[in-house]
């Protein structure tokens, strides 16, 4: 939520926050994006340029959530 903040942001759109809804937990979750989730995003957006940009990818890193995640088969097939 706080990147499609950020980006209609940068944009040009006014927007101050979002509203996740989770209609099955009847619970709604306001979302404001800071100036330090901003600095944050643009440095995760900066690494993943440096990684698409590289040659080859980067070490595999295996971790527990890896053999429930849906991308397993993009890491270790």
Known sequence: ?????????????????????YPKLRRREEVTLSESDVAQLKEVMADIEKITTQQKP??????PICKKCAYFEYCFV
């Open 1 to 21: 939520m706080k990147y499609y903040i950020y980006f209609l942001r940068e944009k040009g759109i006014a927007i101050e926050n979002g509203i996740i809804d």
């Open 58 to 63: 980067p070490k595999l890193e295996e971790k």
